[in-house]
């Protein structure tokens, strides 16, 4: 487990939050914690999907899909067969919709979600480049190859100056790294009872050529 104490206290805040991480799915429970708005299962991903995700990178091409769906009354995982088909001719292809379709299913079991808002995209950019927080309840991020996102310890960063770039930390340390394959689950302004604590991230900065495959996963209802 690794909980980071604030630092450089920030006036409005009289909450202790904190983040938690460790190398086991039970880890992503902890956002149900009051204290708590990040949540990260420090994962290594099996060799086929990281190879799978690699190679998708590879070929250069975009890719940016969307999907809102209801979960199955049954229990069963999703099929999320459709998704990224112009892959399904690449090696590991039906291992990464498999891990897919666990991580919905999982998402949708912890929070309660019967509605779920999924995307799957290329980035070549950062797409969020400012420290910000979401207004959602909470969202999934899990990176399968590139860098990870950026977060903020709570306290490293005045949140009535969100935006503000010279307002933004450059000491290094207070910046954390959500690690390629790590599966992060991120609580926003909207989770009730966390106004004022969603936890403040960004996309990170990419090198010219370098690129990300990325899935996020929100909470619709």
């Not at 904190?18 to 429970?29: I, R, S």
């Not at 067969?81 to 292809?93: E, I, W």
């Not at 919905?104 to 400012?130: H, N």
């Amino acid at each position: 487990m690794l909980t980071l104490t604030p630092v450089v206290a920030n006036p409005a805040a009289t909450r202790a939050i904190h983040q938690h991480q460790a190398a086991t799915p039970g880890a992503l429970a902890r956002i149900l914690n009051d204290d708590v708005n990040l949540a990260v299962w420090n994962r290594q991903l099996p060799a086929h999907i990281e190879d799978f995700a690699t190679l998708l990178l590879s070929l250069n091409e975009p890719l940016a899909e969307s999907l809102a769906f209801e979960m199955p009354d049954d229990e069963a995982e999703p099929d999320l067969h459709g998704l990224a088909s112009r892959f399904s001719d690449l090696q590991g292809y039906e291992g990464f919709i498999a891990d897919l379709s666990w991580l919905v299913r999982a998402f949708a079991c912890l929070l309660g979600a019967r509605r779920i808002g999924l995307r799957l995209r290329v980035l070549d950019k950062a797409m969020c480049p400012r420290f910000h927080v979401d207004h959602v309840p909470v969202r999934l991020i899990t990176t399968y190859a590139g860098i990870g996102s950026q977060w903020l310890m709570e306290g490293a960063m005045d949140r009535r100056q969100l935006g503000k770039p010279d307002a933004e930390p450059q000491d290094n340390s207070l910046i954390g790294q959500i690690a390629s394959g790590d599966v992060a689950l991120l609580k926003g302004e909207k989770w009730h009872g966390n106004e004022g604590f969603g936890l403040i991230h960004r996309s990170p900065q990419l090198a010219a050529g370098e690129r990300r495959l990325i899935l996020t996963l929100d909470w619709l209802s």
